[in-house]
């Protein structure tokens, strides 16, 4: 019979080589992808931070025109108040990972909002990271999920 390959026999498959080079490329696209979902997790924390320092900002405002901070808690019902100035407060981006108010009295507050990855943004050490927020004047913590909280009061 006639051959219908020039192939010897055993010359099928990969070389070792070959084999090598392919799983060093995928490594080096793992290792891409992985490294942007990072990325995107600290954008997003920066965000929350940068919106509770907004809020923060606006709370005074608030206070400047009506002489107390609002005595509403949840954050919901703060940007209910906040409508009072003029001003929108911004949203959460996900629904995972929510913002949080509570009035300690008409004079503080504490705002929070939880983070996914605190390490990449603030210190464990900073007074501003808790694992939940406590009011300055003692009390019960605010409840802004379980862990990873950035926490703001009035200074």
């Not at 997790?41 to 606006?58: E, G, H, M, P």
């Not at 949203?91 to 509570?102: E, R």
């Not at 504490?110 to 009390?139: M, R, V």
Request: charge should be positive.
């Amino acid at each position: 019979m006639k051959q219908l390959s020039n192939k010897k026999r055993g010359d099928e498959g990969f070389t070792l080589i070959e084999m090598m080079i392919v799983i060093a490329i995928i490594g080096i696209l793992a290792t891409i992808v992985i490294r942007s979902f990072v990325f995107l997790s600290t954008a997003r924390d920066s965000k929350r931070v940068s919106d509770i320092r907004t809020v923060q900002n606006y709370l005074e405002l608030y206070y400047n025109a009506y002489g107390t901070y609002p005595t509403q808690n949840g954050y919901n019902n703060l940007t209910t108040a906040l409508n009072n100035i003029h001003v929108s407060a911004p949203q959460p981006v996900s629904t995972q990972y929510q913002y949080c108010y509570a009035a300690s009295s008409t004079y503080s507050y504490i705002l929070g909002a939880q983070l996914e990855n605190p390490s990449s943004l603030i210190s464990t050490s900073s007074p501003t990271y808790n694992q939940q927020c406590y009011p300055a004047s003692g009390g019960s913590a605010l409840t802004c999920g379980t862990n990873n909280v950035y926490c703001v009061s009035p200074q």
